[in-house]
T-cell receptor, first 113, second 113 residues
Framework: KNQVEQSPQSLIILEGKNCTLQCNYTVSPFSNLRWYKQDTGRGPVSLTIMTFSENTKSNGRYTATLDADTKQSSLHITASQLSDSASYICVVIRFYGNNRLAFGKGNQVVVIP | NAGVTQTPKFRILKIGQSMTLQCTQDMNHNYMYWYRQDPGMGLKLIYYSVGAGITDKGEVPNGYNVSRSTTEDFPLRLELAAPSQTSVYFC????????????FGPGTRLTVT
């Protein structure tokens, strides 16, 4: 069973609209959670990194939230642009262990004019 | 800084052939990783290294080998290529602390026929 589940798998939104992506995880013990943006044909690029004590973190029009009690995170995109079309990957890092990073399958976002 | 560079960008192999995927980083990072990304799936860790001369298996190491003779380079070797190894391969690196950002290369798209 995947330890990081993302929803929705894909969505299409109109340019200028907002959207929210969800990430639920079962990874334990928790160290930090990251959201990455992956453009088609490119490597993932970090958007936000949040530790246990952080509830929200912003990077421009991207705002990530974290509820470590319920093991849920969200990524909110405000006033979407065509360049926001990408896959958004949630990554949860364990506090220790050999293979500490658990990757979600990604939310595929398509922004249309 | 060039960041993390990977070569080649694309490659087609016949079943049973061998090849080496190259990865270089110029950020003096201690940790380096190799992932594979299959369509619609999350990234899976193949091998990782915490420093020159030290490597360890990740989640899906079978059919691959790595070496880390220098801090900068972390090549991934495929012996006896199989169709199941058709994938996009990403190399990544980070410094050392748990909260450090992980930087990804642009990827190598490999097809085995």
């Amino acid at each position: 069973k995947n330890q990081v589940e993302q929803s929705p798998q894909s969505l299409i939104i109109l340019e200028g609209k907002n959207c929210t992506l969800q990430c639920n995880y079962t990874v334990s013990p928790f160290s930090n959670l990251r959201w990455y943006k992956q453009d088609t044909g490119r490597g993932p690029v970090s958007l936000t990194i949040m530790t246990f004590s952080e509830n929200t973190k912003s990077n421009g029009r991207y705002t990530a939230t974290l509820d470590a009690d319920t093991k849920q995170s969200s990524l909110h995109i405000t006033a979407s642009q065509l360049s926001d079309s990408a896959s958004y990957i949630c990554v949860v890092i364990r506090f220790y262990g050999n293979n500490r990073l658990a990757f979600g399958k990604g939310n595929q976002v398509v922004v249309i004019p | 800084n060039a960041g993390v560079t990977q070569t080649p960008k694309f490659r087609i192999l016949k079943i049973g052939q061998s090849m080496t995927l190259q990865c270089t980083q110029d950020m003096n990072h201690n940790y380096m990783y190799w992932y594979r990304q299959d369509p619609g799936m999350g990234l899976k860790l193949i091998y990782y290294s915490v420093g020159a001369g030290i490597t360890d298996k990740g989640e899906v190491p079978n059919g691959y080998n790595v070496s880390r003779s220098t801090t900068e380079d972390f090549p991934l070797r495929l012996e006896l290529a199989a169709p199941s190894q058709t994938s996009v391969y990403f190399c990544a690196s980070r410094f050392s602390l748990a909260g450090d950002e992980q930087y990804f290369g642009p990827g190598t798209r490999l097809t085995v026929t």
